[in-house]
């Protein structure tokens, strides 16, 4: 067990008070950070490099493995209480977590998604230290038309998001896969829908898009319906805590979460959207209260925060055994390696094993330190719901605005924000689901990009997909996903003729 | 307005099926349009044609429940609270746009927003939003050293 | 490690010191350096490297740096040239993936439109096949893409980017039809290490940089290097019969419109940098090779380099004639 003694090393030097100050400063900053939508970890890490590089390397990893997790906590807070994901991979926590808030459930909400996110990044982190080398031998395996079958699997699951109406939920989609396709084609460098508008050739910033439709086309249409009938807040109804029900219901959902976001999140291609929707569809499969999912169901938080962060974890499993950074965030830390001469990889095990257990220990204190900073927040938290309505929609419409501006200072960018708020509140004055626009925009060009990816390889053979035993297995998944749901139905409706 | 009752024609179904019908066909437009293929596999106008082709699908589907109208029962829309935000952001392009800088963008934002959910103290929250704007500008621009839009006030700080 | 690549560049550098070298008593006090990328990148960091260089040795007191991201530079670029006219406080990094971008992108503004005013840092571009590969030296490979150019599958950056436009180069050099590699663009590094090293395409090219720790691991094998001359570990592939010479370069220009003076201010004040210590800290810190070229032997280079891509690329058909 060289591992566990290693880890053991590893945190002796975590727990150096320096080190725990790092760790301290990155998940206050990261959590900072993460609140906000359009910055994220990767800018902060970015802007932070030139400040720490006169840090002792070891403490300055520490504190990017603190805002690295500390982002993803931060990203649900705002998705729960305010619609606004701070990050894409927070938009299927927005989904139940702000029905939740809205009807006074938003204390059990962030502590369900404050104590899943902890479970699934220590089980993750975990994985990482134990795993690393045998999954990311794996991970490599996986090729463009294996990404591909994996697309295909996530898009059979978005239909949990469509609400009762096929029609208007593909209609959804495809408005998403139609945005998706603005911006230079990846493989050939041309421009595909962006009508001589220089700023639309790199395409539809996700997080645009999903704080437009999310908190721009909320706000609009919360105005619109005043003469009707006032939205009324409670910021707590009930427990302010979790109660005994709500743990029952949540702790498969994060095992769950944790299941699908760790070994997709150490895929080089995986991300992080992917396994929350996944975990999303699963829990509305398995619940027990299927008539509560799209008014605030808890399971539909707990599974995909546990998701996020478990991704957020295995994205450093490619990083630290093979030096791969597989995310923005990812390849910032690489960059913070590499301006103290260290490059990740197999060698750095052996070469730094201090440092790299160190920052593997540091993740478990970051993890525990957002817990305990977490919790007693929610109470915090949820009084942000008791300002007046004015002034926190008010609020909430700055702060959209001002994501968009710091990332992307241009007027067609926040024309876009406008337009796309217009376009959230249309959809939900005539009922149709926000959600899978923003899954299509994000799923779309990866499924694109990886099919012709594949095709190219094979030259055009497009027997390729069942080639692969890991795409011709997630082909069936898919298949199977999308036939049995029928089946289901068939058969409980051939059981209750028979009653 | 219209009900749910079956037979009557939605005009604003009707509406949404035209749009998705013109986005198909712009699409479609665009991907004739598009010089370059790839050299192996599939070139760039696969998935543009699948979209259009979906899209154009949609509008029938959409069109044939306005037309049972199947689409569901709408309230009265009062316009001037959407008049207001949507107002509030056109302001804030504009500001930016001339040169007028973060903090006042950002102060009439929040005052607009404000009065479209029934606040009558337009000065008071234009006071409000100019502190909050201030206060996030300095963050940024002190603390993590981004550039947001200037004006001449910015250019004081 | 670097040192062949540093000799290189030095002699540039010699040339250039040379050249550039005039008084002048005046000096910048504010400087305003733009990136024409998101923050985070390259570009960004090369400006606030700069930044930091610059404040902290005391050659401008105060600099800015402002982001304008979007397609390659294009939209920087256009907002530099078009809002910077005449000022001689503004400098804009620039790079090779911006001179491919312009012309794949068919932006209306060009390079012609600035001031040329230095060549910072490059980088070579490394050819890499995984490990277990039969191809074990650069004539290996180039049998193949002549053989058949289908077969031999290259993974890289985005389309008209340096890696592309190396693998073009690659097959022109080698006497295959450019217009039939099969170059497949991933979007990030991390991507595109992983198909190599998993074996899904035959071979990879990037910046040395990203294939560094692998090749050191022994999972990668170096095929060669786009220099002039490498050493006989890391050799170059001109030493083995393939005339491919190419450098992911970043640069500064300032904008159009400047009086000869300002232009000399500006000269200056990169120069100074450039030979500061606290520059030469940051190249080390980083890992980038400095690659000082400055005056007209720079505004040549930019030309060359324009020709040679514009070349390139119509002959990949990423450009229409």
Redesign the interface.
Known sequence: MDAFIALANGLTVALQPMNLLFALVGVLLGTAVGVLPGIGPALTVALLLPITFKLDPGGSIIMFAGIYYGGMYGGSTTAILINTPGESASMATALEGNKMAKAGRGGPALATSAIGSFVAGTIATLGLAFLAPTLVELAVKFGPEDYFALMCVAFITVSATFGDSPVRGLTSLFIGLALGLVGIDKLTGQARLTFGVPELLDGVEVTTLAVGLFAVGEALYVASRRHIEEEVLEPVRGSLWMTKEDWKRSWKPWLRGTLFGFPIGALPAGGAEIPTFLSYSTEKRLTKYPKEFGHGAIEGVAGPEAANNASAAGTLVPLLALGLPTSATAAMMLAGFQQYGLNPGPLLFAERPELVWGLIASLFIANTMLLILNLPLVGLWVKLLAIPQPWLYAGILVFATMGTIAAKPSIVELAMLGAFGGLGFLMRRFDYPIAPVVVGLILGPIAEAQLRRALSISLGDPMVLLQSPISATLLGVALIALILPFVLKGMSRFKAAED | MSTRTPGRVDK??LV?ALF?LV?AG??WQ??SG???????????K???MV?SI??AI?AV??AV?ALQGG??K??????K??V???G???A??AC??FDVG?IPA?AI???A???????RAFIT?LL??FV??TV?FLL?SKL??????MGPLERLI | MSQYRKNFWRGAFAAAAVAGFVTSAMAQSELKIMAPAAPGGGWDQTARSMQQALTQSGIVKSVQVTNVPGAGGSIGIAQFVNGAKGDGSQLMVMGYVMVGALLTNKSPVTLDQTTPIARLTGEYEAIVVPAGSPIKTAKDLAAAVKADPAKVTWAGGSAGGVDHIAAALFAKAVGADPTKINYIPFSGGGESLAAILGGKVTAGIAGYGEFESQIKAGKLRLIGLTTPKGTPEMPSLKEQGVDLEIANWRAVVAAPGLSADQKKTLSETVDKLAKSKEWGEILKQKGWDDAYLSGDAFAKFLVEENTRTKEVLTSVGLVKP
């Open positions: 604003a179904g949404i998705l986005l712009l699409i665009d991907l598009l010089q370059l293929s790839s050299v192996y596999g599939l070139g760039p696969a998935m543009p979209v979906g899209l949609l589907g959409n429940i689409l569901p709408r309230e009265r829309l009062d316009w609270p959407i207001l935000i949507l509030g952001l056109v804030l392009i930016i746009k973060f950002t934002l929040f005052a927003t404000s009065a479209a959910f029934g606040r929250d409000i939003g909050a704007g996030i940024f993590l050293t981004l550039s947001l839009p």
